[in-house]
């Protein structure tokens, strides 16, 4: 049974500050996701990680995807109180992106982040 | 058609009656997915649907619990006789290659 662990389960910290959220999984796998849930509301897809290496950026936040490690980090770069919200990865292991076994989600992390 | 789209957003009922969800999701997608989502938790899959075939259902929570795609586009979710345990966000999910998410169904059991 595969099984996604994240860490820290619970993150507050200032603005400014730098942080990382690490996800690990326990299957092979080449797909990995990343998602912002504000509370109430529905997944945000942040990125989309398919190979091992792979490194995505989209302004404070930056994933990456160690396949052989099994391990996906999302660093957050001088945090601002608007990214304060739960974070979810979700390991993906179907070969093409959308099988039977659909998406195996992570705990998330409940981040704060205060001015 | 610009995203998966989930009816009701909010539903309350009392201990015992049926409830059923729509999903419809993108119009090319032809892989739609059901998740539940307790409070404090990861969503949790329950059902997978290529077109109308239902390829996975061993993970729904029990046989109170079915889904339907009868045409291959729009799905349902039912629960019969529900209980306070039941009370989650609903999340349906289309995929080509990606997945996208709907806003859910928050079901809240009286």
């Known amino acids: 049974e595969l099984k996604v662990e994240q860490n820290p389960l619970f993150l507050s910290m200032q603005e400014g500050k730098n942080y990382t959220i690490y996800c690990n999984y326990s299957t092979t796998s080449d797909r990995l996701y990343w998602y912002r849930q504000d509370p109430g509301k529905s997944l945000e897809s942040l990125f989309v990680l398919l190979s091992n290496g792979a490194v995505k950026q989209e302004g404070r936040l930056m994933a990456s995807l160690d396949t052989k490690a099994r391990l996906s980090t999302l660093h957050i770069t001088a945090a601002v109180h608007d990214l304060s919200a739960t974070y979810f990865c979700?390991?993906?292991?179907?070969?093409?992106?959308?099988?039977?076994?659909?998406?195996?989600f992570g705990k998330g992390t409940h981040l704060i982040i205060q001015p | 058609d610009t995203g998966v789209s989930q009816d009701p957003r909010h539903k309350i009922t009392k201990r015992g009656q049926n409830v059923t969800f729509r999903c419809d999701p993108i119009s090319e997608h032809n892989r739609l997915y059901w998740y539940r989502q307790t409070l404090g938790q990861g969503p949790e899959f329950l059902t997978y649907?290529?077109?109308?075939?239902?390829?996975?259902k061993s993970r729904l929570l029990s046989d109170r619990f079915s889904a339907e795609r009868p045409k291959g586009s729009f799905s349902t979710l039912e629960i019969q006789r529900t209980e306070q345990g039941d009370s989650a966000m609903y999340l349906c999910?289309?995929?080509?290659?990606?997945?996208?998410f709907g806003s859910g169904t928050r079901l809240t059991v009286v």
């Open positions: 649907f290529q077109n109308e075939a239902q390829l996975e």
């Open positions: 999910a289309s995929s080509n290659y990606g997945y996208t």
């Open positions: 979700a390991v993906d292991i179907s070969d093409s992106g959308g099988g039977a076994d659909g998406l195996t």
